[in-house]
């Protein structure tokens, strides 16, 4: 932290020119509540009725233009993605060289947009919270939300202050500096692994890897993939977070390739290999399409097995042809990876309701997914096929011994006990 834990500085990013009443409000509610407001003014025609501390020259000039052409610039929507150029360059600079410690940025959607550019390009940890109009909404793509990100709606306070938006910017306020001052950072002492898995009542190979990495001296960070797990997974690869990741539950993939909310994006399953991480990848799950539990099926997966996981999130099964497709899919991103690869697949199962007995059981499904596998893993990933199904012990056993090999030939770096 730049200052001392007791008064943290908090970046306040907004356009004065429209919204001066409630950026002085919130400056003065993180004043009291301890931290030093810094005042970052993205506005593009106006000017606000304050002296930022950082003024849009400054933010044009981190864009290397400047204001006069940013507002030539076409329309409204190029000039503020040309501000939030600049508006990332300056403050990344600024955490760079510690002079902040926190980021609380206001806006509808146009400033919500800039906000999430910004929240993008600092590191985890580094407490970031918007206040926004379209808090929560499915206007905002998963794949540009940042991992630790904090949101609130900015109720009933569009266009001016009133008792509601007083409480929420107090709030969010408060929040901000709460975070900056008694948060605890990533420390960094040992090579962070990275695992994607569903609840253990679906994959069991946390249980066996965790204590086996753990021994082995990383720290290990399992992700929920349920959508925004997976983003959270992809956004700290794409800063390369990890030493190595151990993707097992790539059901992310088939939930986007069928159209489902419950994706993590586009680029699911492609930035540690973009970035040069190690990989071990399974298809953990990757049978499944997730969907939203409380909304009637879709007609083309009426017909198909279902799981309700609980009041919120359903599964379906996809069809021998469908999971034809997700194999090429999953080839394809394979073949794209600038590191080592090396891909897992267990012949028996991949996610614990597929066995006999269990609702989503299709073993000539299965089949053919695995046929489909054995053709579409690409010739540089390293292969493994294994005579069992994803939670058994065989499984979790793979992947450590791919993984002891690798440090062996100094491709992931050792752990630090």
Known sequence: M????????????????????????????????????????????GDPPYVPEYSKHDIAFAAETTIEDIIGSGDENTSMALMAKGACNLIRTLHDEGLMDGMI????????????????????????????????????????????????????????????????????????????KHGTRPKGDRPLIGMTSLGSSCLKYMKYLRPELERRGYDVAVFHATGMGGRAFEAIA???GFAAVFDFCIQEISNHHNGTVVTSGPDRMENAGRFGIPQIVAPGAVDMVDLQAWRPLPDR??????????????????????????????????????????????VRGIQEWDQEGEPLYEPEALDAFVDAMRQA????????EIDAHINAPEFAAKALEILDAWVDQGLVAKGRP
């Open 105 to 180: 940025a206001l806006g509808g959607s146009m400033g919500t947009d800039l906000a999430l550019d910004v929240a993008a390009v600092l590191p985890l940890g580094v407490p970031k919270f918007v206040v926004s109009t379209i808090a929560y909404s499915h206007l905002l793509p998963p794949e540009r939300i940042a991992p630790d990100l904090m949101m609130i709606l900015w109720a009933g306070g569009l266009y001016g202050l009133n008792d509601i938006c007083s409480s929420v910017l107090s709030q969010a306020c408060g929040a901000v500096v709460g975070a900056a």
């Open 2 to 45: 730049s200052q001392t834990a007791q008064r943290p500085r908090i970046l306040v990013i907004g356009t004065g020119d429209t919204k001066s009443d409630e950026l002085n409000f919130m400056a003065g509610k993180i004043s009291e509540a301890g931290g030093e407001a810094i005042m970052v003014d993205v506005s593009v025609l």
């Open 377 to 384: 893993v690409p010739a540089k990933a390293r292969y493994e």
């Open 301 to 346: 997966f009426a017909e198909r097995p279902f799981h309700a996981h609980n009041r919120l999130i359903a599964s379906v099964t996809t069809d021998p042809n469908g999971r034809r497709e997700i194999a090429r899919v999953i080839g394809e991103k394979l073949a794209a990876a600038h590191s080592p690869v090396a891909f897992i697949l267990p």
């Open 238 to 240: 794409a800063q390369k």
